[in-house]
């Protein structure tokens, strides 16, 4: 069965920081590439951040380059997303989702274009 499980989200005050992991299983890791989304209430879910597992490269939306880390643990079959420095405007709730996609080295930003998603973890940051 394939799984993507968020964990990490929670309430924290603006300027603060949070961490999310998207452990996966299921299917073959290194065949998949992981991105993360956000979507906040009224709003169209919008891609956040990616990771190639071709090259590794590592690939943000403007409104969280400098602030927001992706990274991979390959062994643990884990991806994470390390949220610095946090706006109001990033409550979400935030997914994962997976691609087949062994050798782009592109960033896929179309929901549409993954395979499989998580369930979500929520994210509150107060004013």
């Known amino acids: 069965e394939v799984q993507l499980v968020e964990s990490g989200g929670g309430l924290v005050q603006a300027g603060g920081s949070l961490g999310l992991s998207c452990a996966a299983s299921g299917f073959t890791f290194d065949d998949y590439a992981i991105g993360w989304f956000r979507q906040a209430p009224g709003k169209e879910r919008e891609a956040v951040s990616f990771?190639?597992?071709?090259?590794?490269?590592?690939y943000y939306e403007d409104s969280v380059k400098g602030r927001f880390t992706i990274s991979s643990d390959d062994a643990k079959h884990t991806v994470y997303l390390q949220m610095n420095r946090l706006k109001p405007e990033d409550t979400a709730v935030y997914y994962c989702?997976?691609?087949?996609?062994?050798?782009?080295?592109?960033?896929?930003?179309?929901?549409?274009?993954?395979?499989?998603w998580g369930q979500g973890t929520q994210v509150t940051v107060s004013s």
């Open positions: 990771i190639s597992s071709a090259d590794g490269d590592t």
């Open positions: 989702a997976a691609v087949q996609d062994k050798y782009s080295t592109t960033w896929p930003t179309r929901p549409d274009e993954y395979d499989y």
